[in-house]
């Protein structure tokens, strides 16, 4: 994971653990740019102009697996910059964009769209219909067309100094994760009630033993995002579950497990 | 105004006015790009990779009149495509998307990038800070350029079948409405309380003497917005105040003098 700048202006600098994290592990830019594909259904897509002009345009999409699927029409300005030339990406946005817009994660997938085959063309219709339900009303009239973005590169932003690159093929070999699109409540349960836990996994597991104040501020299918504040500053750490899980519904048992290991760990 | 396609799928057909409509005046495509542009301080930007590929990035921008004002990273990717080829349009995107979304109003500002003039400089860099607040931590930093878009064309998408273009010029020529903003909650309290004066104002100004419901789903400096039930279907009409109107505080009287006409006409 590079940095593409340094720490935003006079912000406060970024204070280091005093131990080792025990669990950095956290989801890779391909299941981050999975998930965050995953959570909304609109975007905007760069095509080319037939003067070789970029051309961005707000557009709608399912997914088949992770490659979205667009149903556009002849008629507008990008159905046409598509049927020219097949060069295009789409940006996506997390849909609950932060007071400080450049917070947000995004990502961007590029590569060329295709014409269904007609093998796929049945899935590339439906994964649109699941994602877009009004396209019921047009996918099938003559002037749309479904066209399928061939993954072949993807950059993840997730906010300041967060961001990596994915190959195709790790984006199409991971899935979402199932965790964080339902973690809301779970978060502010831990936060409102768990204090005393979560202060203890970032002392401990978290490497941060200076740790007075504690927020959990993400979940996902390996652990916890915690921002610890430490005389020192503030910092971001990790607090990993034993094992990675498989839904929501098991997020309760491992951050159990991980306040008793922390806890232990005193 | 013209239409990129027909009606949506099996979507019932809007039946036409039976008489004229009084004052069928509504923003431009150049004004309601400059409203939306105004709106919001984030986009999607589309550059040209070296590749010529083109390459769609979440973008934070401020306004010089109408011109998107960029800050962004040499050592980002799309900080590297302007610099490479200063061809670049902006996607934006009305704040606040429909269950529909492509019943969203949506541009498209396309042209070519530059970094100010030294004698614009300060004012686009204002022009940044005060779309972007947060821009103050690396506004100044020195791996950051500002970018101002000289825009040379406008794509207006107003939702299913209102969308139309404007030129650079008209683009320049036009402000930003200045009720749609702040049209909410006077919108809210006509729905509610003023149904017998929406109803007077479809039925005579509005052309569909046979309206039996009507909702305000718009008001901007020219007039209302009606979507009009009637026994043979749903349509939209206008109804336009006797002159425009040049802020929100003027409303109110529009609307009382709209109502007075619309019952005289009765």
Same sequence: chains 1, 2.
Wanted: charge should be negative.
């Amino acid at each position: 994971m590079a940095l593409d700048h340094g720490d935003p202006g006079d912000a406060p600098s970024v204070p280091p653990p005093l131990a080792d994290i025990a669990d950095t592990t956290r989801p890779s830019a391909a299941e981050e740019a999975r998930t965050l594909v995953a959570s909304t259904n609109i975007g905007t897509l760069a095509s080319l102009t037939p003067d070789g002009d970029p051309w961005a345009s707000f557009i709608t999409y399912g997914l088949l697996d992770g490659s979205p699927v667009l149903c556009v029409s002849h008629m507008a300005e990008h159905g046409r910059n598509l049927a020219g030339n097949p060069r295009a990406s789409i940006a996506v946005v997390t849909p609950n964009a932060e007071a400080d817009p450049l917070a947000s994660a995004r990502i961007t997938l590029a590569g060329h769209v295709e014409k269904p085959s007609e093998a796929e063309y049945a899935a590339a219709r439906q994964a649109h219909l699941d994602g877009v339900p009004a396209a019921k009303y047009y996918v099938d009239y003559g002037d749309f067309s479904l066209w399928v973005l061939r993954v072949e590169r993807v950059r993840w932003v997730g906010g300041y100094g967060r961001m990596d690159s994915a190959s195709a093929e790790a984006y199409a070999a991971a899935s979402p994760d199932p965790v964080i699109p339902k973690a809301a409540g779970a978060i502010d349960h831990l936060n409102n009630d768990h204090r005393d836990s979560l202060l203890a996994m970032a002392q401990t597991l978290g490497g941060f033993p200076d740790t007075t104040e504690v927020t959990c501020t993400g979940a996902d299918r390996y652990g916890l995002d915690l921002r610890v504040t430490t005389p020192r500053g503030v910092a971001y750490t990790r607090a990993g579950y034993a094992s990675p899980i498989n839904s929501i519904d098991e997020l309760r048992s491992a951050t159990v497990e991980l306040a008793r290991r922390a806890r232990a760990a005193h």
